[in-house]
């Protein structure tokens, strides 16, 4: 008897052909038998395995890597609550103990009905509208963001929705579209704004159906891709780019066009990959291009490949993206039968394919090798460079990863030109960028500002300052993984520079504001435990070090900490940072060193509050030093 | 030369090869041995453990690197013994120490661990670590020979990268991430690669352990002796670890010309035998047929054999005395057992099986590892993934790493027929016109009508190939693959040049070789570990030892002033035909020296019920022994020194490793040497009475070796190929012997008409036709003394294709007949998708069903004919 039916078979042979090699289907093959049976059964893995031609143990291997894909079958809904620290910051605690007492379940745990299975999750993207769940639909492709769960009433509403769909077959189901519950309209853009001057990337996302080929191209929309594969060699767009030193919004600021000059001369085919992976906590302005604007990615990265002489552009958005993803499907279909993507593109001679390719559950995958692993069907592991992506990326061809807003930007560059988006920003860090601002203060939400704006201008101009006006007490100005900055670096410029001056780092401009009144000892295991949690295990400093470093927090925490404990701490940083694999290891440290050296006399009132006698912990005993032949049955289990 | 570029570590300059791995030009330039876990010298470099770090120069900046994933280019610069570099290194051994169990006082690993080594050398000397200890299982077997201690693991995807890169069996994995990461199986589907067990000597923690081994060494108490594999042809080299008269455990020996780093699990797990309880300790007699054995001395016993092969030659002529000796046995035992029947009982009928019957080229392969230059392998008639896995690693290697294509000729579809490449189904006895059909396909080639229009017999074999009829896709692709082949090698196996068929089967096969441009890359694929020793020695009824036909005159005189004894110039009986002579009452003494023709079936057994006398000279009380009037005991590869000579004709050493002082078991040759002296003693005494004899008396002295190196030196006189090829001279290496010192009459370098056998008569009533197939995990002798190999080893079947099964209304595991004309085995029935329509599939070795029951001889490969039928009740 096998498992899989007929009709997710062939959906399976559908995937893998959609791809140059059937193994990238993988992931999306193992979605497909979910989405049939619920879970992913091993006898199911046996059966995958077999129509990729497979061991069955490499397809193992990859489910388990994947936390959006599971051995075991979940409740009807899997209700996955946020409790990263943008969340953290806004009340996930409250939220999650609310859902459990409601529920009366805890994590991994699921209610007697069978209707709830409760768990903890790493952040999600809606770091704006915190705190947030993510709400999957066993086996009826449905995903939906429940956000802004402030309040046991919007619990209660989004749990009797939830009861109320729970019958209902999955055609009927609402529009996965981001939800708060009880709210109306409850759906749409979350909140954003822009420097006067630079509303290029969000001008469209509050126009009714912005996300529609039609009002993007009743908007201007797809002149300038029309335009520049008439009349531009690719030469003359990657001029463009490169002049206007257009640098990569992922994390580490690389300029795009001299990236794309890498590519080695002659060597085809070219691959573009686009990366929504957006999983840095505190990161969420890719989402609101690829809800609300997709048509804007779309005529990017047309553009792009045009400029790189690609065919085959693939998108890898992160799985928890479930209507991102839709919405990006759709305009893919739209722009293709329009002929604005597929062979002859705008009557050209062109051709550009486009893949979207979902990803499912790991952080690390926003590491562009560990993407390419990834996307090639392959557990999300880095890869060694050199050999560097644009020398030999997917399928080990000549690849260019890009992130969603970099590749956006390309539209209004090529439009405009170089020395237009040179008008703002530093010499160094031209132009402007979209700014994630999340945390303790009154307006979160996205803001495309000039790069030379302030920390302070963000949070208090356009974020409204605090929450009840309390005062600041550290700064995350580029996503969870970078260093914490005290309040006297408020009037920081926030470019790559200066706030690197300041003893921090841009990276994927998420700012997260941490007001007094916030438990750093809490906040740094957290932060660690979200690290230890998305660790691919592939290097030793990371995987070890990273989970020793979580477990004295949490003894701290625990209130078994001694002083010297934090010197330990800070020690073990250095290591991980210096000596792993990929740039996680330093992300992981970052924020919990640069904590322990902003508030060093917090941590200390902690352990002397808690642990005033100042004892360490008492271990266990072990191992017990004889050798054991009580082997299991010959038997293997099965 | 390679082209050299300067380096600087810790301020010395360096000339090293450019592009090599850090840790490698290190090593090699400056003596440097930088720490490692996750790198492997036979492994794809992986970055993984950070053992390795040292601080290298980037543009003024130091940084710390791997080394292990660094390729040096000109003008690099890095420190080694830099304070950070020193720093970098202990912390990451702080880390990987945090979770190890650190039970290091009851690990297998302790002692030549290299996580103890690493600490030692390059440990932190403390640890910080105060929390708990992440717990995983301990005791996970991942199969039926290999242990996982994932505590123990610390992940540097070794045992992974092993089965991917060289076995390409995916068969471990990393199952799920970060630090709950370990190493497992897919529940129900064990590791089952046949080089699985070189996963347990790369790792470089206690992490897995053998099942056949744990707990049973210390690794600082054992005896290691550099020795080789017996179990195939391969000859691997193999360290033997023992201790207190046990062999506790076998790991792989690196000889990169043989077996680079590697050994089957067959060699390393199933070695129980040489420690096995019920071993014969001791020479049995029985008095009288029908009578007990009982045990006696040596003397008695080699008196009693002398006596009677003597007394047997005497009164009814030395034809009706007859040795087999067996490919098992090491050069000196073949060379002494054919020197004793040649010169003392004055007969040529010595054989072994697979001997005489199988249509040899001497030479073997040229070098192993030639198949990794070649970009089309053809294998006929072989299965090497059963037959030679360490060889088959290299075809792998070939096909992965090189994009080599395979040719297969082969009765089933084997393993390696899911390699890129094409699979020909070919019947047993359907050879020739396979081949001519493969001929014919490319001689409409283009390209090969061009290089072998030069060819003579180029005419005759296009005129014979005329009439060809329309061939299948399969011979097709062949032919084209094989046509547009810039480096095709050609490997067949004995099934191909066994039997009667197998002069046209050669020739046809050759015609392919010439045909595709690699007459001078065929090669004959030895099966067995000594089958090209005992054919150099002379094991044979028509060869003299260095290949020379026993009507060579010369040679005969050459080894006759040698041995200081004549010989007969006529040829003997090889193995069918003693076994007949036997059943008919013409051959009345036959010495089995490791040799069980009863295990092989009724025939077997009934010759040695007919014969007179019969002596068995063998490790255990063989189906054999049981009928014998004689046993002496042997003992095993592992107890004596000994040569062999490998499927590259490879001659190397297996020096005594063990020794049991419990048993009077001794060695082939010095039993055989004693036989010799008992016998020339016996045989002047004899002479002084009786001028009449007119047996040949040898002379005592002929027969004094001190020791098997003695032996080897009589045979380095003896066989001119291994004229240099002394004890001393092998090494712990070996040596080929060259191939144009051999005697041996290589095939002709012409293209042939050769036309196809005759069909077998009468399909009807038997439909179907017999293949035998090899596995690895077999149920012989040696193999049965393991208690593992009942768990790893099939159950003996019948394989069947899946359509002859829904043809025939028959589903897997039912009971079965299959009968030939010459006798019927009733097995449970296999459906099996690699045997092909039309035949039935039953494995050689396998307990209690000898396939040599069915077949026409013992070593006749050429299609027997046999029906099958449900056995009632089942």
Known sequence: MTLLTDATRTQIRDLMARYPQPRSALGPALEAAQQQLGYIPEQAMDEVAMLFGLDAAEVRAFVGFYHMLHEHAPGTYHVEVCTNVPCMLRGAGLCAEQLKQTLGVDYHQTTADGLFTLDEMECLGSCGTAPMVAVTKRQANWMRYYEQLDSPQRIGAMLDELRSLADLPPEQLPVPERCVPGEQPSGGPYHHGHHADTDTLLARIDLPDSHTLAVYEANGGYAVARAALADQAPAAVLDTVKAAGLRGRGGAGFPAGMKWSFLPAGSYPRYLVVNCDESEPGTFKDRLIVEYDPHLLIEGIILACHAIESEHAFIYIRGEYFFAAQRLQQAIDEARAKGYLGKGIFGTGKTLEITVHRGAGAYICGEETALLSSLEGYRGHPRLKPPFPAVEGLYRKPTIVNNVETISQVVAIVRNGAAWYRQWGSEKSPGFALYALSGQVKRPGVYQLPYNTTLRQLIYEYGGGTIDDMPIKSIIPGGLSMPHLGVDKLDTPMDFESIAAAGSSLGSCGIMVVCEGVNIVQLARRTMGFYREESCGKCTPCREGGTWIEKILERIEAGEGQVQDLDLIERLTWPIERQSFCPFGAASVWGVRSLLKLFRGDFEAYIAQTNPAGEGPVLPVRPIYRPDTGEPAPNLRV | ?874
């Not at chain 2, 990268?161 to 390409?168: A, C, K, P, Q, T």
């Not at chain 2, 020379?548 to 010369?554: G, H, R, W, Y």
């Not at chain 2, 095939?747 to 035998?772: C, G």
């Open chain 2, 1 to 874: 030369m390679p082209d050299l570029v300067t380096i600087t570590i810790d301020d010395v300059e360096y000339k090293v090869p450019n592009g090599a791995l850090l840790t490698d030009a290190a090593r090699q330039a400056a003596g440097i041995d930088i720490p490692v876990f996750c790198s492997h010298p036979k492994l794809d470099p992986l970055g993984a453990c950070r053992m390795c770090l040292v601080e290298q120069d980037m543009r003024g900046r130091w940084g710390i690197v791997t080394a292990c994933t660094v390729r040096v280019a000109e003008g690099m610069k890095f420190r080694y013994a830099s304070p950070l570099a020193v720093q970098a290194r202990e912390e990451t051994l702080e880390f990987i120490l945090t979770n190890h169990p650190l039970d290091c006082p009851i690990c297998d690993k302790g002692g030549e661990c290299p996580l103890q080594d690493q600490t030692l050398k390059h440990g932190p000397g403390h640890s910080e670590f105060r929390e708990l200890k992440t717990h995983k299982e301990k005791r996970h077997p991942i199969s039926d020979l290999i242990l996982l201690d994932q505590e123990r693991c610390i992940i540097c995807w070794r045992c992974i990268r092993y089965l991917e890169e060289w076995e390409d069996k995916p068969q471990l994995g990393l199952y799920q991430r970060g630090n709950d990461t370990v190493v497992d199986h897919f529940p129900g589907q064990p590791v089952d690669a046949k080089t699985s067990g070189n996963i347990i000597d790369i790792c470089p923690v206690g992490a897995l352990t053998n099942r056949v081994s744990r707990f049973r060494y210390r690794p600082w108490e054992i005896e290691r002796t550099a020795s080789i594999c017996t179990h195939c042809s391969q000859g691997c080299n193999i360290r033997m670890d023992t201790r207190i008269h046990e062999l506790r455990r076998i790991v792989a020996r690196p000889n990169q010309a043989v077996n680079d780093d590697w050994i089957c699990d067959k060699g390393r797990f199933m070695h129980a035998f040489a420690d096995a309880p019920d071993r014969l300790t001791t020479p049995l007699i029985r008095d009288h047929k029908g009578g007990e054995l009982r045990p006696a001395s040596w003397n008695e016993a080699l008196g009693l054999v002398a006596q009677r092969l003597a007394f047997s030659a005497d009164i009814h002529g030395s034809q009706s005395v007859g040795a087999l000796g067996s490919a098992r046995l090491s050069n000196e035992a073949a060379y002494l057992l054919q020197k004793l029947m040649r010169t003392l009982v004055g007969s040529n009928n010595i054989d072994h099986r697979g001997g005489a019957a199988v249509l040899a080229d001497p030479r073997g392969l040229n070098a192993i590892r030639e198949v990794e230059q070649a970009d089309v392998i053809v294998l006929a008639g072989a299965d090497p993934s059963e037959e030679q896995p360490v060889l088959d690693l290299f075809i792998r290697r070939a096909v992965r790493r090189n994009k080599a294509k395979l040719l297969i000729i082969h009765p089933r579809r084997i393993e390696d027929a899911r390699y890129p490449g094409v699979y020909v189904a070919c019947k047993p006895g359907e050879e020739v016109p396979t081949f001519n059909q493969l001929s014919h396909e490319m001689l409409r080639k283009e390209a090969v009508r061009d290089r072998s229009a030069k060819l003579s017999g180029f005419a005759e074999l296009e005129a014979a190939l005329r009439n060809t009829d329309a061939v299948s896709p399969d011979i097709n692709a062949a032919a084209a693959l094989l046509a547009g082949a810039a480096r095709p090698l050609i490997l067949y196996g004995p099934a191909v040049v066994s039997g009667r068929n197998a002069e046209a089967n050669r020739a046809a096969l050759l015609n392919v070789a010439l045909l595709a441009g690699c007459a001078d890359r065929i090669w004959y694929l030895a099966p067995e570990v000594n089958s090209v020793g005992v054919r150099d020695m002379g094991l044979l009824p028509a060869a003299l030892p260095n290949h020379a036909p026993i009507s060579d005159i010369a040679a005969r005189e050459r080894l006759e002033k040698l041995w200081g004894a004549k010989m007969p110039a006529k040829a003997g009986l090889d193995m069918d035909a003693m076994l007949k002579a036997a059943v008919a009452g013409e051959l009345r003494a036959l010495y089995l020296v490791g040799s069980d023709p009863a295990a092989l079936g009724p025939q077997g057994e009934a010759a040695l019920r007919a014969a007179d006398f019969v002596v068995v000279q063998d490790l255990f009380l063989t189906a054999s022994a049981q009928l014998a009037d004689v046993v002496l005991p042997a003992v095993s590869w592992a107890e004596a020194d000994a040569t062999y000579t490998n499927v590259e004709r490879r001659v190397q050493r297996a020096p005594q490793a063990l020794n049991n002082p419990r048993s009077q078991a001794a060695p082939d040759w010095l039993i055989l040497s004693e036989l010799g002296k008992v016998w020339a003693a016996f045989t002047a005494e004899d002479a002084t009475e009786s001028k009449k004899s007119k047996r040949k008396s040898g002379e005592a002295k002929s027969w004094q070796y001190t020791n098997a190196q003695a032996v080897l030196d009589e045979i380095a006189r003896a066989v001119p190929a291994y004229d240099k090829l002394t004890w001393d001279a092998l090494g712990d290496e070996g040596r080929q012997w060259e191939a144009a010192r051999s005697a041996a009459v290589q095939p002709a370098r012409r293209l042939s008409a050769v036309a196809a056998p005759p069909a077998a008569a009468d399909r009807a009533a038997w439909p179907y036709v017999l293949v035998t197939s090899s596995q690895l995990f077999d149920e012989g002798t040696l193999l049965q003394r393991n208690a593992v190999a009942a768990q790893v080893s099939a159950s003996p079947a019948v394989g069947i294709s899946p359509d002859d099964a829904a043809r025939e209304h028959l589903t897997d595991g039912v009971t079965v007949m299959v009968a030939s004309v010459n006798g019927s085995l009733i097995l449970p029935l296999r459906i099996d998708a690699a045997v092909q329509p039309g035949t039935l599939a039953v494995a050689r070795s396998l307990a209690g069903a000898p396939v040599e029951t069915l077949t026409n001889s013992f070593s006749d490969g050429a299609g027997t004919r046999v029906s099958l039928s449900a056995q009632k009740g089942s």
